[in-house]
């Protein structure tokens, strides 16, 4: 098995009690990975389990983390990509500055 780099990690953000933030529900950071399709393009997918994330080739590539934003229900847009990289606390510090809270670590069932 090739060494991974990155570990596997799902967290989310809510606002502080008392704050309401103007936009955003919460945030995600999210391990994904890219994926090339039928046509050639290249687009961005989550791990929908752990065990996706053990059996994942790395010679197709490393993982990586997203940071994404859940917009209110009363607004009509969709989650916003924020930004993605290859450092998890890079990942984690930018979604606890915009909330202005900690991280939840989701629990992974093994």
């Known amino acids: 098995m ?5 570990r596997f990690y799902r ?7 008392g704050f309401y933030h103007p936009n955003f529900r919460f945030i995600l950071v999210d391990t994904v990975k890219e994926i090339q399709d039928e046509n050639g393009n290249w687009y961005t997918d989550s791990f929908e389990y ?3 994330y053990l059996l ?15 917009y ?13 990289t290859e450092s998890l606390e890079q990942a984690i510090n ?3 500055e915009i909330m202005g809270n900690t991280i939840e670590e989701a629990k992974i069932n093994f």
């Open 56 to 70: 994942h080739n790395y010679e197709l590539g490393n993982v990586f983390y997203g940071v994404y934003a859940s």
């Open 50 to 52: 752990y065990e996706d």
């Open 72 to 84: 209110h229900i009363d607004n009509v847009k969709s989650g916003l990509r924020i930004t993605e």
């Open 11 to 17: 967290g989310i953000v809510k606002s502080k009690d």
């Open 2 to 6: 090739v060494a991974m780099k990155n």
């Open 94 to 96: 930018i979604a606890q």
